[in-house]
């Protein structure tokens, strides 16, 4: 295997952004092991980069999965580089519709999950160094209540837990040489806006700077960045990928 080709698990691979960060990571000439519960549509994949790609059924939530999908990519590849961690649970309901089963399970596959994800992998690098991308959310800056398809207070707060994680998970694993970052997409074109109505859709763009909501594959870019030699500088950053949508407009 060619020293420039990199071994990259990506979880939330089977759609959205997870889906975008493999095609572009194949594209790129990287080794990928995608991970997740639904199946992943390699069809959709170019024929010549399927050799450089296995898939892995994966619930985030459970440590011994997450250690399979680890394991999957070493039996494969030979080696791991680099996780890019992009499963995640929605949740709309409104705080009065909220119970603590199900704010408990959406912590333990949001904010748990990404733990024994980052867990798994770390220990995969053997201290040889590597890095690690989670994903946080715009949502915690605009705080959603839920309804309509909007995240709500069970989402927004496992997505605001991403950012104490990240950077607990930076400090800790800086000694293995392993680089640990957030991307912080804001509303994207994804299964969890698909849900909105077009008003909806052209009200949330129109608080960007570009005046729309992101594309998947945008989001991807930034995270490929921060696993690259680029960003070798960079670390225990949340970084905000949502158009200018800071601005609040």
């Given amino acids: 295997m060619p020293a420039a080709e990199k071994s990259v698990l990506v979880t939330g691979a089977a759609s959205g952004i997870g889906f975008a960060c493999v095609e572009a990571l194949l594209a790129a000439g990287e080794n990928v092991c ?11 994949l170019p024929e010549a980069h399927r050799r450089r790609f296995v898939a892995t059924r994966t619930d985030v939530s459970d440590a011994g999965q997450c250690r399979a999908a680890v394991t999957a990519a070493k039996e494969r590849f030979g080696r791991l580089d680099a996780l890019i961690h992009m499963a995640a649970a929605h949740s709309t309901q409104t705080w009065r519709e909220l119970d603590a089963e199900h704010m408990n399970r959406v912590l333990a596959i949001n904010v748990t999950g990404a733990l024994l994800m980052a867990q798994a992998a770390a220990e995969a690098m053997d201290g040889k160094g590597g890095a690690i991308v989670l994903a946080s959310s715009g949502s915690i800056n605009v705080s959603g209540v839920g309804g309509n398809g909007r995240g709500g207070p069970a989402y927004v707060a496992s997505k605001a837990a991403i950012v104490g994680l990240t950077r607990a998970l930076a400090r800790s694993l800086a000694p293995l ?12 074109r994804t299964a969890m806006t698909a849900t909105y109505s077009e008003a909806a859709v052209r009200a949330v763009g129109e608080r960007t700077l570009v005046g729309r909501i992101g594309e998947p594959d945008e989001i991807a870019a930034v995270a490929l960045f921060l696993i690259s030699d680029e960003a070798r500088y960079v670390w225990g950053e949340i970084v905000n990928v949502n158009g200018g949508g800071s601005f609040g407009l």
């Avoid at 991970?35 to 959709?44: E, G, M």
């Avoid at 040489?177 to 994207?188: C, D, E, H, L, W």
Wanted: net charge neutral; hydrophobic share 50%; glycine share 14%.
């Fill in 34 to 44: 995608g991970a997740d519960l639904a199946a992943i549509p390699v069809d959709r």
């Fill in 177 to 188: 040489g392993i680089r640990v970052n957030a991307v912080s997409p804001g509303a994207t």
